[in-house]
């Protein structure tokens, strides 16, 4: 669904989870779960971007990890009582005011 918002996800989620998937894994699960997800993520962009080949059968749908590792962290949110929108407009202003001029200073990431 194009356009949606992380309010909207963490609803999508939890219809899914109360309809589908019977229940919640457990708070622990689901950490150990999310880790699982990032190193998939992680092994696959080792492979496309970084120097590591692929073995026969890999999956190679980077947009899909990306996705499977969302599902999982707005699982924990939903479940932690974690509001990802208002969660995320603070982290933007937080980066915004601590990061203003620090990145652009940076002779590290300079052309």
Known sequence: MAGMTLTQCQQQVDEWIRTVGVRYFSELTNT?????EVGELA???AR???DQSFKEGETTDLAM????????????????GVNLE???ERA?????RRDRDR???????QP
């Open 86 to 88: 208002e969660a995320f």
């Open 65 to 80: 990890e990306m996705a499977d590792v969302l599902f999982v962290l707005v699982c924990l949110a939903n479940q932690t």
């Open 48 to 50: 496309t971007y970084g």
């Open 92 to 96: 933007m202003e937080k980066r915004n």
């Open 43 to 45: 092994r696959l962009m």
């Open 32 to 36: 150990a779960v999310l880790m699982e």
């Open 103 to 109: 990145h652009r200073n940076n002779p590290k990431l």
